[in-house]
């Protein structure tokens, strides 16, 4: 069983950025892929930005060229950095992982953009 655990959300401006951070209990370089979504009431999560190990690096169009998805394997740790944030970015933001047999899902955490 593979458990992420979230930190990094908060209250912030428009115009202002944050960094989530997500820390694996394994080895996240056999992990396939690693990633963000986003989720506010009465709609479905969705995605924000996913990269793969050996693989592409793929954002929403939402987000393209606001958030960038990073990691550090001697961490087991990835990271989505968001600059630039609106409120139509206001939500609860899920990190999520898959490999082999596996697939999970961190606690949750808040992101409010609000004047």
């Known amino acids: 069983q593979v458990q992420l655990v979230e930190s990094g959300g908060g209250l912030v401006q428009p115009g202002g950025s944050l960094r989530l951070s997500c820390t694996a209990s394994?080895?996240?370089?056999?992990?396939?892929?690693m990633g963000w979504y986003r989720q506010v009431p009465g709609k479905e999560r969705e995605l924000v930005a996913i990269?793969?190990?050996?693989?592409?690096?793929n954002y929403a169009l939402s987000v393209e060229g606001r958030f960038t998805i990073s990691r550090d394997n001697a961490k087991n740790t990835w990271y989505l950095q968001m600059n630039s944030l609106k409120p139509d970015d206001t939500a609860v933001y899920y990190c999520?992982?898959?490999?082999?047999?596996?697939?999970?899902w961190g606690q949750g955490t808040q992101v409010t953009v609000s004047s």
């Open positions: 999520y992982a898959d490999g082999f047999n596996f697939n999970a």
């Open positions: 394994r080895d996240i370089v056999r992990f396939y892929g």
């Open positions: 990269t793969t190990n050996g693989g592409p690096t």
